[in-house]
């Protein structure tokens, strides 16, 4: 059931599929109210938000391909290979369209990577493992009761707020704003009428004395800080991602994790429900490195964000202003 959130129970992306505060709840009964409890509904909720947040992104970033090609498709048929447009402004078109594919290249890039890491080598992983937990064959002496089954579902949602980056603040937020980011951009190109271009014929149409070219300068203007301010999003979560590397992961509910999750009630229950690994810590927190370690692998498999940018489309904008008219 999904219904709206009380403030106590938001997170970060609980607002960003719809606009407004939703949040993910279940009526416990009896038998499941013996091993779960309200801060395990609130984790699983914050878990629903972020991949749906993820998934709407991902569609609309994927959505907006589509229309760019549709669009150039269409362009194509009375321009040929060019882009079309005067000779004033004809170089600065063609600069401009590739950079708004380079900006949604980036995006469908990042965004699939994250989803299909969280997807399989977090969710699917997990859960598959807490099957075979659950399915293990048991003796007398190590009965399965209702201590061991809490604590082996506690243990997954650890492991789950670990591999999904969702215990981290500074990285949550980032994965925030670059989903905002991408958003805005989407959004600006439906505005658009699907294209990053204006039409051929639209500029000077209405007013014989408008500027040739003022219309793909505003819109470079535009479509090139939304590059910058992207490509500083990714270098700063792949630079805090490397970071948390070398930071030991919290073995408990900590003030920041709780607070990410909206959980006052997980800190009222810490004495029933939390994340202490007394047993197997170590290999619980190597694999939680391990999740953290594919997505660096991922990100940075062909050097794309360790090595320096050679600027290819932030440093033609100087050139593509200069060759519109004055």
Same mark, same amino acid.
């Given at each position: 059931?999904?219904?709206?959130?009380?403030?106590?129970?938001?997170?970060?992306?609980?607002?960003?599929?719809?606009?407004?505060?939703?949040?993910?709840?279940?009526?416990?009964?009896?038998?499941?109210?013996?091993?779960?409890?309200?801060?395990?509904?609130?984790?699983?909720?914050?878990?629903?938000?972020?991949?749906?947040?993820?998934?709407?992104?991902?569609?609309?970033?994927?959505?907006?391909?589509?229309?760019?090609?549709?669009?150039?498709?269409?362009?194509?048929?009375?321009?040929?290979?060019?882009?079309?447009?005067?000779?004033?402004?004809?170089?600065?078109?063609?600069?401009?369209?590739?950079?708004?594919?380079?900006?949604?290249?980036?995006?469908?890039?990042?965004?699939?990577?994250?989803?299909?890491?969280?997807?399989?080598? *977090? @969710?699917?992983?997990?859960?598959?493992? =807490?099957?075979?937990? &659950?399915? #293990?064959?048991?003796? !007398?002496?190590?009965?399965?009761?209702?201590?061991?089954?809490?604590?082996?579902?506690?243990?997954?949602?650890?492991?789950?707020?670990?591999?999904?980056?969702?215990?981290?603040?500074?990285?949550?937020?980032?994965?925030?704003?670059?989903?905002?980011?991408?958003?805005?951009?989407?959004?600006?190109?439906?505005?658009?009428?699907?294209?990053?271009?204006?039409?051929?014929?639209?500029?000077?149409?209405?007013?014989?004395?408008?500027?040739?070219?003022?219309?793909?300068?505003?819109?470079?203007? *535009? @479509?090139?800080?939304?590059?910058?301010? =992207?490509?500083?999003? &990714?270098? #700063?979560?792949?630079? !805090?991602?490397?970071?948390?590397?070398?930071?030991?992961?919290?073995?408990?509910?900590?003030?920041?994790?709780?607070?990410?999750?909206?959980?006052?009630?997980?800190?009222?229950?810490?004495?029933?429900?939390?994340?202490?690994?007394?047993?197997?810590?170590?290999?619980?927190?190597?694999?939680?490195?391990?999740?953290?370690?594919?997505?660096?692998?991922?990100?940075?498999?062909?050097?794309?964000?360790?090595?320096?940018?050679?600027?290819?489309?932030?440093?033609?904008?100087?050139?593509?202003?200069?060759?519109?008219?004055?």
């Amino acid at each position: 059931m999904i219904r709206e959130a009380t403030p106590q129970g938001t997170s970060l992306f609980d607002s960003h599929l719809l606009g407004t505060t939703l949040s993910l709840t279940y009526n416990l009964s009896w038998p499941l109210d013996l091993f779960l409890d309200r801060a395990d509904l609130t984790i699983y909720s914050s878990v629903f938000s972020f991949l749906a947040a993820l998934r709407k992104t991902h569609t609309d970033v994927q959505a907006c391909w589509t229309s760019l090609s549709n669009a150039q498709r269409a362009r194509r048929r009375w321009t040929g290979f060019s882009e079309g447009g005067t000779a004033e402004d004809q170089d600065a078109r063609a600069k401009m369209l590739r950079c708004g594919w380079g900006v949604v290249r980036d995006m469908s890039w990042f965004l699939d990577t994250v989803l299909s890491y969280v997807m399989m080598d *977090v @969710v699917d992983t997990e859960f598959a493992k =807490l099957k075979e937990l &659950l399915a #293990a064959p048991r003796s !007398a002496a190590s009965h399965l009761d209702f201590s061991s089954l809490r604590m082996i579902h506690t243990n997954y949602l650890a492991r789950l707020l670990d591999g999904c980056l969702l215990t981290n603040i500074a990285l949550a937020g980032i994965l925030r704003q670059i989903l905002d980011i991408c958003e805005r951009f989407v959004a600006l190109v439906e505005r658009w009428s699907g294209d990053v271009l204006p039409a051929l014929l639209f500029e000077g149409s209405l007013d014989g004395g408008e500027q040739v070219g003022a219309m793909v300068k505003e819109r470079w203007k *535009v @479509v090139a800080e939304i590059d910058e301010n =992207l490509r500083s999003q &990714l270098e #700063a979560f792949y630079e !805090a991602l490397t970071q948390s590397m070398s930071q030991p992961f919290s073995t408990t509910v900590d003030a920041s994790k709780s607070a990410y999750i909206g959980a006052s009630m997980v800190l009222n229950q810490t004495t029933a429900h939390n994340f202490s690994r007394t047993r197997g810590a170590e290999s619980e927190l190597g694999q939680s490195r391990r999740h953290v370690e594919r997505l660096l692998l991922r990100l940075d498999f062909n050097g794309e964000l360790s090595k320096p940018r050679k600027g290819v489309r932030g440093g033609v904008e100087n050139d593509i202003l200069a060759g519109l008219g004055r």
